[in-house]
């Protein structure tokens, strides 16, 4: 028997080899004596103790940087615990000399990450498997093998997100970059149990649970923490593990966020007794405009407050107490989380929330289907900035010029460097502009809206080589399409030469 070292992540599979190896010797073993053997040789008394430890994600009692004393006084204390179960001391023996049973740690990971790969005798470099993964000499992925590589190549690769998913027959893993999804590593069913179990253990959440579970943790890069957050969901066959890489806040100024008219919402934001409403979808970075805004409206020297997202009206009055300037409302999600802007408006002060639309005139339809009458939105809304992430192309590519398969180092062949910001904004000084707008939104409405609308800016960035035509075509379908026919712009432009 091999203890390997997702095996103490596994409580209850190491509990069955034990009891076999005693069931070999003719020794019947209970479950619970069998799982009291299994804590003892991880040097813990009880199972439940062991447990706990994996729970907490702390290291083992028995950790491999031990000093030769400290390893010989673990062996023998592991024989004389055996031993002591009834198993003969040669068995014994034995049996700890084949197993090689090692602590968890939440930040082994983190350690092995960046940890190189040891070389093999005489300096030989280590087995890999096709895709990269280093294996032992009996071809069975190494401790520094599978999760650690992996994490290791996603952030050298700047994956956003890493998918382990179950198959018929294995197990795939796929990296999420700059949008697309790439498959990285395939597996079969039995390291797919370990590498689950593996990064349940580091995330603190519970590894023998079957059912959706949420966590985290951290890994060193750079000489620094990366945060990833962890979300299992069970599926016939395997649970899908998603990891995905949090990035750091970063303070940044609101004209560097990349608001094309950044001026227009420094008007709106600045309003007295207006709410302002921050649009996109959930990977259209709106918390970094938000915090952009918030930064730029206390070095304004406005009080801000936040309700912490929850949308609670006891919350939000209680805050009000505190003589706000500006109150950070979350998202406006339901009615009740409407009424309570309309109350904070109402009562004269600034309120900034935000929601999922994808355009002005969809955002004032959304405030209308949360229950919202005309004379309330027109009365309370300040301003509207919606936004988009595209990618941008590659310059590297673009200096290569048009030849057939070639690939580019820089981007790995997508033909994207990055994101840039596409938006569109409006600031209504009163309540009759409002109205105005409100008037367009609706469905046999065919006036022309007054403000410039992002696939504008989509085409301006199209034009000027910075997106390629494919990028915008995914991103806003036949609206661009039709925009930049009626502007007659003809052949699109190869990405990264301006027109």
């Given at each position: 028997?091999?203890?390997?070292?997702?095996?103490?992540?596994?409580?209850?599979?190491?509990?069955?080899?034990?009891?076999?190896?005693?069931?070999?010797?003719?020794?019947?073993?209970?479950?619970?004596?069998?799982?009291?053997?299994?804590?003892?040789?991880?040097?813990?008394?009880?199972y439940?103790?062991?447990?706990?430890?994996?729970?907490?994600?702390a290291?083992?009692?028995?950790?491999?940087?031990?000093?030769?004393?400290?390893?010989?006084?673990?062996?023998?204390?592991?024989?004389?615990?055996l031993?002591?179960d009834?198993?003969?001391?040669?068995?014994?023996?034995?049996?700890?000399?084949?197993?090689?049973?090692?602590?968890?740690?939440?930040?082994?990971?983190?350690?092995?990450?960046?940890?190189?790969?040891?070389?093999?005798?005489?300096?030989?470099?280590?087995?890999?498997?096709?895709?990269?993964?280093?294996?032992?000499?009996d071809?069975?992925?190494?401790?520094?093998?599978?999760?650690?590589?992996?994490?290791?190549r996603?952030?050298?690769?700047g994956?956003?997100?890493?998918?382990?998913?179950?198959?018929?027959?294995?197990?795939?893993?796929?990296?999420?970059?700059?949008?697309?999804?790439?498959?990285v590593?395939?597996?079969?069913?039995?390291?797919?149990?370990?590498?689950?179990?593996?990064?349940?253990?580091?995330?603190?959440?519970?590894?023998?649970?079957?059912?959706?579970?949420?966590?985290?943790?951290?890994?060193?890069?750079?000489?620094?923490?990366?945060?990833?957050?962890?979300?299992?969901?069970?599926?016939?066959?395997?649970?899908d593990?998603?990891?995905?890489?949090?990035?750091?806040?970063?303070?940044?100024?609101?004209?560097?966020?990349?608001?094309?008219?950044?001026?227009?919402?420094?008007?709106?934001?600045?309003?007295?007794?207006g709410?302002?409403?921050?649009?996109?979808?959930?990977?259209?970075?709106?918390?970094?405009?938000?915090?952009?805004?918030?930064?730029?409206?206390?070095?304004?020297?406005?009080?801000?407050?936040?309700?912490?997202?929850?949308?609670?009206?006891?919350?939000?009055?209680?805050?009000?107490r505190?003589?706000?300037?500006?109150?950070?409302?979350?998202?406006?999600?339901?009615?009740?989380?409407?009424?309570?802007?309309?109350?904070?408006?109402?009562?004269?002060?600034?309120?900034?929330?935000?929601?999922?639309?994808?355009?002005?005139?969809?955002?004032?339809?959304?405030?209308?289907?949360?229950?919202?009458?005309r004379?309330?939105?027109?009365?309370?809304?300040?301003?509207?900035?919606v936004?988009?992430?595209?990618?941008t192309?590659?310059?590297?590519?673009?200096?290569?010029?048009?030849?057939?398969?070639?690939?580019?180092?820089?981007?790995?062949?997508?033909?994207?460097?990055?994101?840039?910001?596409?938006?569109?904004?409006?600031?209504?000084?009163?309540?009759?502009?409002?109205?105005?707008?409100?008037?367009?939104?609706?469905?046999?409405?065919?006036?022309?809206?007054?403000?410039a609308?992002?696939?504008?800016?989509?085409?301006?960035?199209?034009?000027?080589?910075?997106?390629?035509?494919?990028?915008?075509?995914?991103?806003q379908?036949?609206?661009?399409?039709?925009?930049?026919?009626?502007?007659?712009?003809?052949?699109p432009?190869?990405?990264?030469?301006?027109r």
């Open positions: 028997m091999r203890f390997r070292f997702s095996d103490v992540r596994r409580p209850a599979r190491v509990s069955k080899l034990v009891r076999a190896e005693f069931a070999a010797r003719g020794i019947p073993l209970g479950l619970t004596k069998a799982q009291d053997v299994c804590a003892r040789l991880y040097g813990y008394p009880t439940h103790e062991l447990k706990a430890c994996i729970g907490r994600g290291q083992g009692a028995w950790d491999e940087g031990c000093t030769p004393g400290d390893a010989r006084d673990r062996r023998e204390w592991q024989v004389a615990s031993v002591a009834g198993l003969p001391e040669r068995d014994a023996e034995a049996f700890v000399d084949r197993a090689k049973p090692t602590g968890a740690s939440r930040h082994a990971g983190a350690r092995a990450a960046e940890a190189p790969v040891p070389a093999g005798p005489q300096g030989e470099r280590p087995r890999v498997s096709p895709d990269g993964i280093p294996v032992s000499g071809g069975f992925p190494t401790r520094a093998g599978i999760v650690e590589t992996l994490l290791g996603a952030l050298e690769a994956a956003s997100d890493i998918h382990f998913e179950p198959s018929v027959g294995g197990y795939s893993v796929y990296f999420r970059i700059l949008g697309e999804r790439m498959p590593h395939a597996g079969p069913p039995d390291e797919h149990a370990s590498v689950t179990s593996d990064i349940k253990v580091l995330a603190r959440i519970d590894p023998e649970a079957r059912h959706g579970q949420d966590g985290g943790f951290q890994v060193v890069r750079s000489g620094g923490y990366v945060d990833l957050r962890v979300a299992t969901v069970p599926r016939v066959g395997g649970e593990i998603l990891l995905k890489v949090v990035p750091r806040v970063v303070r940044r100024d609101l004209g560097q966020v990349g608001i094309r008219d950044v001026e227009t919402w420094r008007r709106a934001i600045g309003r007295k007794g709410l302002c409403v921050i649009c996109g979808d959930s990977s259209s970075d709106m918390t970094t405009t938000l915090n952009a805004s918030l930064a730029e409206l206390a070095a304004r020297g406005k009080r801000v407050l936040a309700d912490g997202g929850t949308g609670a009206a006891r919350s939000v009055h209680d805050l009000m505190a003589d706000p300037d500006v109150l950070v409302l979350g998202e406006l999600r339901d009615p009740d989380t409407a009424v309570l802007a309309k109350d904070v408006v109402l009562e004269g002060r600034s309120a900034i929330g935000m929601a999922r639309s994808g355009n002005i005139l969809s955002t004032l339809n959304r405030l209308r289907d949360l229950c919202l009458s004379r309330d939105i027109s009365r309370m809304l300040a301003g509207i900035l936004q988009d992430r595209v990618r192309a590659c310059k590297a590519c673009s200096a290569m010029g048009e030849v057939a398969g070639t690939r580019c180092a820089p981007c790995s062949g997508t033909g994207h460097s990055g994101y840039a910001l596409v938006s569109e904004c409006v600031a209504f000084p009163g309540p009759d502009d409002v109205t105005e707008a409100l008037g367009m939104a609706e469905p046999e409405s065919r006036r022309p809206v007054p403000w609308e992002m696939v504008d800016d989509l085409v301006a960035m199209v034009a000027a080589g910075d997106v390629s035509f494919a990028e915008a075509m995914h991103a379908g036949s609206c661009f399409e039709e925009r930049w026919s009626s502007r007659g712009m003809g052949k432009p190869v990405p990264g030469r301006a």
